[in-house]
């Protein structure tokens, strides 16, 4: 995309018409918003901003606007010419979230963020835009006659609003990802140290996602979404693809850089420039060409450099027992690949920000894990010296008695996790009891410790 040409701009009521240079391409699946210039526009509102260059937030507001100022002298606005929230039911708006858009209940543009006072912490507001309502029709903008509703209303419909457009509605490409709007989104720690880092204290130095392709599918890119990162410039981060291996990764289909500069245009030509990755930020890495994959397949990230703890995604909030969803983020070590929900230091279902962009109607979703018949295996790993107990439904609670039926163990799950462990190094050599109870059945195992 080459930039915009600058259509209109109203100073005294904070709006700037912009004209592309150029269509948006498919891949972008851009969507036009409509406009809304009545007087008495309908809740809920909603303002979507990216502030600081952040990740995607969105604020909700239940209640009417009101007809507000902004007082700031420098910058000479015209009284009672904005619209104004007066305090956010939902979220708020940050430093940096300034000429984001207020769209009414049916996504139409009301105006955009001139300033406020609102904070995630508090206060939630109030928070003034600018109004298409109260410049629809003024005149005598910044070296131009014309009114703003003689470009968006050039045949003198006398609309006071239209919807929006998908151009692209029959040529599309999905995002597709395994957490959902309503899921928290963290960036989980056991004992200090962060479990999806890059070579972490634990000794994990890659991480993967999980996806299934009913039928064959392209993926034109990837979306990742990354916590405060300060060291980035020492970092080497790779992003590879996977084909299943009886579950796990196995065969390696693409990999490719993880890129965090952009292009910008001035003056005539382009310049490269790198992001600010001390925020939570998306970024997207388009593949040099379509990969084609089929069946289950993995989407990984590692850092080639020795970085400690280097190199992090968000994850989604540690699911409780009873989600009815398997943990789909996975973990490498030296011993191999291994699910969040399985491994031995702290295991968790989640899913990480790892999101494929799809040509076509995206992948499919993960399997319901209740639809399966329940399985439990009690096994001892000599090369650890623990007991492992397994099963494809949540854990809820497990005891180690000796044959003679002296207890040594118990334990309770706290979240939904799929494997649980005990060292036994303690412990006589010998034939131990377990009890394992998986939703709602309870299962007594042998295991030989030798």
């Keep these: 995309m080459a930039s915009a040409d600058s259509v209109l701009i109203s100073e005294r009521y904070d709006i700037s018409l912009l004209k592309f240079k150029q269509t948006p391409p498919k891949e972008y699946q851009p969507y036009y918003l409509g406009w809304n210039v009545s007087a008495s526009p309908q809740p809920p509102f909603h303002g979507i ?41 939902v979220a708020a708006t940050e430093e940096g979230s300034s000429g984001s858009p207020l769209l009414d209940k049916e996504k139409r543009v009301l105006g ?47 609309f006071q609003q239209i919807d929006g457009f998908n151009p692209y509605l029959n040529q599309p490409y999905t995002r597709s990802s395994n957490y959902v709007a309503t ?8 004992n200090s140290v962060p479990m999806f880092a890059t070579n972490n204290t634990f000794g994990y130095n890659e991480f993967a996602e999980e996806f299934y392709a009913s039928t064959p599918a392209r993926l034109n890119g990837v979306f990742v979404t990354s916590p405060i990162t300060n060291n980035i ?24 850089s993880l890129s965090y500069s952009f292009r910008y245009y001035q003056a005539g030509n382009f310049y490269e420039t790198y992001r600010d990755m ?27 450099s020795p970085v400690p703890n280097g190199f992090s995604l968000l994850n989604v909030q540690p699911r409780k027992i009873g989600s009815g969803i398997v943990s789909t ?7 191999g690949w291994v699910r969040s929900s399985e491994n031995i230091e702290n295991p968790i279902n989640t899913s990480l920000l790892i999101t494929p962009y799809v040509i076509g109607t995206g992948l499919t979703a993960p399997d319901d894990p209740s639809q399966k018949e329940t399985e439990i295996k009690a096994y001892y790993n000599k090369a650890v010296n623990r007991i492992f107990i397994e099963s494809n439904k949540d854990l809820i609670a497990w005891e180690i008695f000796y044959v003679s039926g002296q207890k040594v163990f118990e334990e309770k799950a706290e979240s939904s996790i799929n494997r649980a462990s005990f060292s036994v190094g303690h412990l006589a050599k010998g034939v131990y009891i377990v009890k394992v109870n998986v939703d709602g059945i309870n299962k007594s195992l042998k295991v030989l410790v030798r």
């Excluded at 300033?115 to 910044?142: F, M, R």
């Excluded at 925020?279 to 990984?300: A, C, L, R, T």
């Excluded at 983020?329 to 011993?335: H, S």
């Design 233 to 256: 410039q020492n970092l080497n981060i790779r992003i590879k693809i996977y084909a299943d291996n009886n579950g796990s990764p196995g065969t390696l289909l693409h990999e490719t």
């Design 278 to 304: 001390r925020n939570n930020v998306e970024n997207y890495v388009k593949f040099s060409d379509p990969v084609e994959v089929s069946g289950k397949f993995f989407i990984s990230y590692t850092d080639v």
């Design 49 to 89: 901003h990216h502030p600081n260059g952040g990740t995607k937030k969105v604020a909700i507001e239940n209640d009417p606007l009101a007809i507000g100022s902004f007082d700031d002298p420098r910058y000479n606005m015209e009284p009672n010419g904005h619209w104004a929230v007066r305090a956010w039911d």
């Design 112 to 158: 955009a963020l001139t300033g406020g006072e609102s904070q995630c912490s508090s206060p939630p507001g109030p928070d003034v835009y600018s109004s298409l309502y109260k410049a629809w029709n003024i005149t005598g903008s910044l070296g131009n006659p014309n009114s703003l509703k003689s470009y968006l209303d050039p045949g003198n419909s006398q």
């Design 183 to 190: 899921d928290s989104v963290i960036q989980s720690y056991y």
């Design 329 to 335: 983020a996975w973990m490498k070590n030296a011993t």
